[in-house]
């Protein structure tokens, strides 16, 4: 038995229990209650619980059958079966009343409380009707949605406590209907429900049946473009959950009159999934796939006595407005428009072309092919105008693939991946669409650079050594800066650097050469540019300034020059180095530059009151420093005038 034991308080979250005997009892983790209790539960739904034989005898060995006699908590019926119900407080409910992607909090609830309310694990309370405010899930510091975490009783999981969370109180009673129905079926009598413009029949319900009626409703609600299964309510954000549900539980307001509104917005014409892929306008005035489910389910899944109500109104509406006949021809196979074959589908696409659904997919989406993308439920249907496509495949055919082109190029296949990445090649399938080994490149592309490299001015032998071979230029230049295929074939399409035909006949770029000269100038362009992007390590920033590394690292200690630490190397920016020379100089290179001993140098300027800053360690690797103010250049311009 655990030595520390709170009592739970009025349905709290078995989670939130926990939480309070892990902090009671001293244990680094709440999941190690859950061990020592022995309860099994998801790691991602830690609120639920398996319900098996054993549960029950384990939670009173180590709570006590007092705690337990008071413990609500959220159980599943089978661990192995995905469709299963839950319970809670030996009420059974559908698997999809829980909600499954969203951790909602009352905020003002866990601030006057301090536990987690099991309701609120329910998709059906988006609200709290003590506090008359609106449940939140996401925190309003770092715009994350809430995770379960061990000090989730004290705030968000990224350390903001929930006494700095601002909530709108005192909202609508009308928005607080469906959260505070549920409240009192869980034993909150003191909750006030306005159940004005209800039906009776509606109030009698059980709750089983009010969360079927309800997801009737809100599954096929016109303005959810989630419907077909409640589990699709993971698609919409907490607001969107709760203007669906209101909308819902608003079609049993004002009885019957807004239920009759709802079927009339089933009931109009509008575009409708003939083939599921392609939209296309029946020729009768129903919305098939919406009245015509709302009526089958009604007669299939709803025939108990206690619906009887939703029966006679649904009569009634049929018989006050049969539309000519509706139930007579709900049988007959309805004929559609001529449907537009503009488009392929990514199975006639999959068909004509043997390529996958998904490269339809990518090419629709990268823009590459006109076309859209589409959500039809719980499928994306993927459309691509047939114009466009045919284009694309034309092109396709005539393409070559990266091996191909290797070949033809005389590169190494990665190197004709890096032309295909700069864009020096057009591709037609690449990066943006495929992975590597399914890029294929434009066979115009390989031509024009074969093209440009073939106006070479000359044939000269590649072995006199003013010259350097195509695979010879990779070579050259240090390990930290070599030449690329990139730069080399970039710098030739600019007019940068000129080609020579070579004696030997090979293939590809592979027969030209280069003077050796003009590769160390685009060496040395190169190098600068690196220099200017990425900047000098602390022994090449030194040997510009003309020290040691000890000294320029007293530098930096003084702040006089700023460096990025990398993992291996102190990186020092051009511009600073540029910075320190027109403002500061040391002592070692003015005496350089005016041809006296350092000693005599320092001395001088001390009986001209020009003083090194940094005199409080002016002894430090002897290294002094000097500002260069108007009475030192004025010094400067004295001292020189006199060689």
Same mark, same amino acid.
């Given at each position: 038995?655990?030595?520390?034991?709170?009592?739970?308080?009025?349905?709290?979250?078995?989670?939130?229990?926990?939480?309070?005997?892990?902090?009671?009892?001293?244990?680094?983790?709440?999941?190690?209650?859950?061990?020592?209790?022995?309860?099994?539960?998801?790691?991602?739904?830690?609120?639920?619980?398996?319900?098996?034989?054993?549960?029950?005898?384990?939670?009173?060995?180590?709570?006590?059958?007092?705690?337990?006699?008071?413990?609500?908590?959220?159980?599943?019926?089978?661990?192995?079966?995905?469709?299963?119900?839950?319970?809670?407080?030996?009420?059974?409910?559908?698997?999809?009343?829980?909600?499954?992607?969203?951790?909602?909090?009352?905020?003002?609830?866990?601030?006057?409380?301090?536990?987690?309310?099991?309701?609120?694990?329910?998709?059906?309370?988006?609200?709290?009707?003590?506090?008359?405010?609106?449940?939140?899930?996401?925190?309003?510091?770092?715009?994350?949605?809430?995770?379960?975490?061990?000090?989730?009783?004290?705030?968000?999981?990224?350390?903001?406590?929930?006494?700095?969370?601002?909530?709108?109180?005192?909202?609508?009673?009308?928005?607080?209907?469906?959260?505070?129905?549920?409240?009192?079926?869980?034993?909150?009598?003191?909750?006030?429900?306005?159940?004005?413009?209800?039906?009776?029949?509606?109030?009698?319900?059980?709750?089983?049946?009010?969360?079927?009626?309800?997801?009737?409703?809100?599954?096929?609600?016109?303005?959810?473009?989630?419907?077909?299964?409640?589990?699709?309510?993971?698609?919409?954000?907490?607001?969107?959950?709760?203007?669906?549900?209101?909308?819902?539980?608003?079609?049993?307001?004002?009885?019957?009159?807004?239920?009759?509104?709802?079927?009339?917005?089933?009931?109009?014409?509008?575009?409708?999934?003939?083939?599921?892929?392609?939209?296309?306008?029946?020729?009768?005035?129903?919305?098939?796939?919406?009245?015509?489910?709302?009526?089958?389910?009604?007669?299939?899944?709803?025939?108990?006595?206690?619906?009887?109500?939703?029966?006679?109104?649904?009569?009634?509406?049929?018989?006050?407005?049969?539309?000519?006949?509706?139930?007579?021809?709900?049988?007959?196979?309805?004929?559609?428009?001529?449907?537009?074959?503009?488009?392929?589908?990514?199975?006639?696409?999959?068909?004509?072309?043997?390529?996958?659904?998904?490269?339809?997919?990518?090419?629709?989406?990268?823009?590459?092919?006109?076309?859209?993308?589409?959500?039809?439920?719980?499928?994306?249907?993927?459309?691509?105008?047939?114009?466009?496509?045919?284009?694309?495949?034309?092109?396709?055919?005539?393409?070559?693939? =990266? *091996?191909?082109?290797?070949?033809?190029?005389?590169?190494?296949? +990665? %190197?004709?991946? $890096?032309? /295909?990445?700069? !864009?020096?090649?057009?591709?037609?399938?690449?990066?943006?669409?495929?992975?590597?080994?399914?890029?294929?490149?434009?066979?115009?592309?390989?031509?024009?650079?074969?093209?440009?490299?073939?106006?070479?001015?000359?044939?000269?032998?590649?072995?006199?050594?003013?010259?350097?071979?195509?695979?010879?230029?990779?070579?050259?230049?240090?390990?930290?800066?070599?030449?690329?295929?990139?730069?080399? =074939? *970039?710098?030739?399409?600019?007019?940068?650097?000129?080609?020579? +035909? %070579?004696?030997? $006949?090979? /293939?590809?770029? !592979?027969?030209?050469?280069?003077?050796?000269?003009?590769?160390?100038?685009?060496?040395?362009?190169?190098?600068?540019?690196?220099?200017?992007?990425?900047?000098?390590?602390?022994?090449?920033?030194?040997?510009?300034?003309?020290?040691?590394?000890?000294?320029?690292?007293?530098?930096?200690?003084?702040?006089?020059?700023?460096?990025?630490?990398?993992?291996?190397?102190?990186?020092?920016?051009?511009?600073?180095?540029?910075?320190?020379?027109?403002?500061?100089?040391?002592?070692?290179?003015?005496? $350089?530059?005016?041809?006296?001993?350092?000693?005599?140098?320092?001395?001088?300027?001390?009986?001209?009151?020009?003083?090194?800053?940094?005199?409080?360690?002016?002894?430090?690797?002897?290294?002094?420093?000097?500002?260069?103010?108007?009475?030192?250049?004025?010094?400067?311009?004295?001292?020189?005038?006199?060689?």
């Amino acid at each position: 038995m655990l030595p520390n034991r709170p009592m739970p308080h009025v349905q709290e979250s078995i989670y939130s229990y926990f939480i309070r005997c892990q902090q009671a009892n001293g244990y680094p983790s709440v999941h190690w209650v859950y061990d020592v209790v022995r309860v099994s539960y998801l790691w991602n739904y830690p609120h639920v619980v398996y319900q098996n034989k054993e549960l029950g005898d384990n939670l009173k060995l180590l709570l006590g059958e007092r705690i337990v006699s008071n413990l609500s908590y959220i159980s599943r019926s089978d661990e192995s079966n995905r469709v299963y119900n839950i319970q809670l407080n030996n009420l059974t409910l559908p698997h999809f009343a829980l909600e499954k992607n969203k951790v909602k909090v009352c905020v003002c609830c866990i601030k006057d409380f301090g536990y987690l309310n099991n309701l609120w694990n329910f998709l059906f309370v988006t609200t709290c009707p003590i506090h008359r405010c609106k449940l939140i899930n996401t925190c309003s510091e770092c715009n994350k949605p809430f995770r379960w975490h061990k000090n989730i009783l004290f705030g968000c999981q990224c350390g903001t406590n929930w006494n700095l969370f601002n909530i709108e109180r005192y909202i609508d009673p009308s928005e607080m209907l469906l959260s505070s129905i549920f409240y009192r079926y869980f034993g909150y009598s003191k909750i006030l429900v306005n159940e004005q413009g209800l039906p009776e029949e509606f109030n009698r319900l059980t709750l089983p049946e009010l969360i079927s009626l309800i997801s009737l409703v809100a599954w096929l609600y016109p303005k959810n473009q989630y419907y077909f299964t409640m589990n699709h309510f993971s698609h919409l954000s907490l607001n969107e959950t709760h203007i669906l549900l209101m909308s819902a539980l608003n079609v049993f307001l004002d009885w019957p009159n807004n239920f009759w509104s709802f079927l009339d917005s089933l009931d109009k014409k509008r575009r409708v999934p003939f083939n599921n892929r392609i939209e296309t306008e029946l020729e009768v005035g129903m919305h098939l796939s919406h009245f015509g489910d709302f009526y089958s389910k009604l007669y299939s899944l709803y025939s108990k006595p206690s619906f009887q109500f939703v029966f006679d109104a649904f009569e009634n509406y049929l018989a006050a407005d049969f539309r000519g006949g509706y139930l007579n021809g709900i049988r007959k196979k309805f004929r559609s428009t001529q449907i537009d074959k503009a488009y392929y589908t990514s199975h006639e696409f999959t068909t004509k072309y043997g390529l996958s659904g998904n490269t339809l997919e990518r090419l629709v989406s990268k823009g590459l092919v006109e076309g859209k993308i589409e959500l039809k439920g719980k499928r994306r249907i993927i459309l691509g105008t047939s114009s466009s496509v045919d284009m694309f495949m034309e092109d396709f055919k005539q393409s070559l693939s =990266v *091996e191909e082109s290797s070949l033809i190029l005389g590169l190494h296949k +990665n %190197s004709v991946r $890096k032309l /295909i990445e700069s !864009k020096v090649l057009t591709e037609v399938r690449g990066p943006n669409t495929d992975q590597y080994m399914k890029w294929r490149v434009k066979r115009e592309s390989i031509k024009l650079l074969l093209d440009i490299f073939a106006s070479a001015t000359s044939i000269v032998n590649y072995n006199d050594e003013d010259f350097v071979s195509f695979n010879g230029v990779f070579l050259r230049g240090s390990n930290k800066n070599k030449l690329t295929v990139i730069d080399l =074939v *970039e710098a030739v399409i600019s007019g940068h650097l000129k080609v020579f +035909n %070579s004696e030997d $006949k090979k /293939i590809g770029l !592979k027969q030209y050469c280069f003077r050796k000269s003009d590769i160390d100038i685009l060496l040395e362009s190169k190098c600068e540019k690196y220099f200017d992007e990425v900047g000098y390590t602390q022994n090449d920033a030194a040997k510009i300034l003309g020290i040691d590394s000890n000294r320029l690292n007293y530098l930096l200690e003084l702040s006089l020059i700023d460096s990025v630490k990398t993992k291996a190397n102190k990186i020092i920016k051009k511009d600073e180095l540029l910075h320190f020379d027109s403002q500061y100089i040391l002592l070692s290179k003015l005496a $350089k530059l005016l041809q006296t001993a350092a000693g005599t140098l320092k001395i001088q300027l001390s009986q001209s009151n020009i003083y090194p800053i940094n005199t409080d360690n002016e002894h430090k690797y002897h290294c002094y420093v000097y500002q260069l103010s108007n009475s030192l250049k004025k010094f400067i311009g004295e001292k020189t005038a006199l060689l």
